[in-house]
């Protein structure tokens, strides 16, 4: 099986993904996909000069894969910036050209020629600031431009013994799965209900399956409030939403534990005996999971028709420019795609 094709977009121009793109193709030795770039093609070719890249950006024809790839050589479907992009200073001009790339990249995975598409990381506030004030992420983009209700943000780490081999010794690959996403902590308990719990854990569970493999899979859940709300004396969401909608999925057969207080659920004990954990919030589990592998992690959207994952960090507008931003995460994200596409695939930073 030859190896997927992947949409790799420029994420905010300003920031250290479009030096992340250059790297990577340039510095790595065998790809374990067919990458191409979507974005300014004089945009990668400037911010690999900066860096100190030696690498050839090809323009193509939107949707034309070339007829073979090799190090050191990264195709772009181009995108126009619309307006001249410094590493590190942010312009409301430029948002709609972070949009747009995501729109391309989008079309290609619906109607061909990619088999899923790689994001590097985008600045929120300076795409609200721009006019677009409902924008909240990409996973809430990725949700409506895909037309479906409900999508699944999770992270996931293939080697959280990297460098911590005593405090995460027994675990497996760590995925951490969020019941909410981009809230203020004042609104989570509002939005997190019986019917919202289940339609995350079924789209979490389908998707272990769908993409990973994982036949049966194991979700450890978290509870809202400290201790698991303590039989209600810390708060009643466990009593009242939490426990009956697990409940409900146990008797459809879905294998669920919880919810367990979320201060403890991270240990060995109880990771080593699962498949993923969904956590409430967004700093509940993802605090967690970037301490045990940060920028070896990958940003995983379940639910949708089509594979998107992407880095696990930000735009570092200080480190944009510098050459010193480093490809793990950016790495990670193109593996983690390739494994969900199916296709068995090795690495080489």
């Not at 030096?19 to 974005?39: C, F, I, Q, W, Y």
């Not at 948002?95 to 989008?106: G, H, N, R, S, W």
């Not at 677009?132 to 949700?143: C, D, P």
Request: proline share 6%; charged share 20%.
């Amino acid at each position: 099986m030859s190896s997927p094709v992947l949409a790799l977009t420029t994420g905010e121009p300003a920031g250290i993904g479009p030096e992340l793109l250059v790297k990577l193709v340039a510095d790595t030795v065998s790809l374990p996909a067919r990458l191409v770039a979507v974005g300014d093609p004089d945009l990668l070719a400037e911010r690999a000069r900066m860096v100190g890249v030696d690498i050839d950006v090809r323009t193509l024809d939107k949707g034309r894969v070339p007829e073979s790839f090799s190090p050191g050589v990264l195709p772009v479907w181009p995108v126009t910036l619309r307006a001249p992009s410094r590493p590190g200073c942010l312009t409301v001009d430029n948002a709609a050209y972070v949009i747009e790339t995501l729109d391309v990249a989008v079309s290609t995975c619906l109607h061909g020629p990619a088999d899923g598409m790689v994001t590097a990381p985008l600045h929120k506030g300076i795409i609200i600031d721009a006019g677009l004030s409902g924008f909240t992420g990409h996973t809430e983009y990725l949700r409506d431009a895909c037309g479906v209700e409900g999508v699944v943000m999770m992270l996931a780490t293939q080697d959280p013994l990297h460098a911590r081999q005593v405090a995460w010794q027994g675990t497996r690959s760590l995925r951490v799965a969020l019941a909410t996403t981009h809230l203020p902590l004042r609104d989570v308990a509002d939005a997190i209900t019986g019917e919202s719990l289940e339609n995350v854990v079924h789209i979490l569970h389908t998707d272990l399956q769908r993409h990973f493999g994982i036949e049966s899979p194991h979700i450890l859940v978290c509870g809202l409030n400290p201790h698991a709300g303590e039989d209600g004396h810390l708060g009643r969401e466990e009593l009242e939403v939490i426990i009956p909608a697990l409940d409900h999925l146990r008797d459809q057969g879905l294998h669920v534990t919880g919810p367990l207080p979320a201060d403890t659920l991270f240990t060995p004990r109880h990771l080593a005996r699962a498949d993923a954990v969904l956590a409430m919030y967004h700093d509940q589990g993802l605090a967690v999971l970037k301490y045990a592998g940060f920028g070896r992690g990958a940003n995983i959207t379940l639910g949708l028709p089509i594979i998107r994952t992407s880095v696990d960090h930000g735009t570092a507008l200080d480190l944009a420019g510098t050459g010193r931003a480093e490809t793990g995460s950016l790495s990670e994200a193109v593996s983690m795609a390739c494994l969900m596409a199916g296709h068995a695939f090795q690495t080489h930073d």
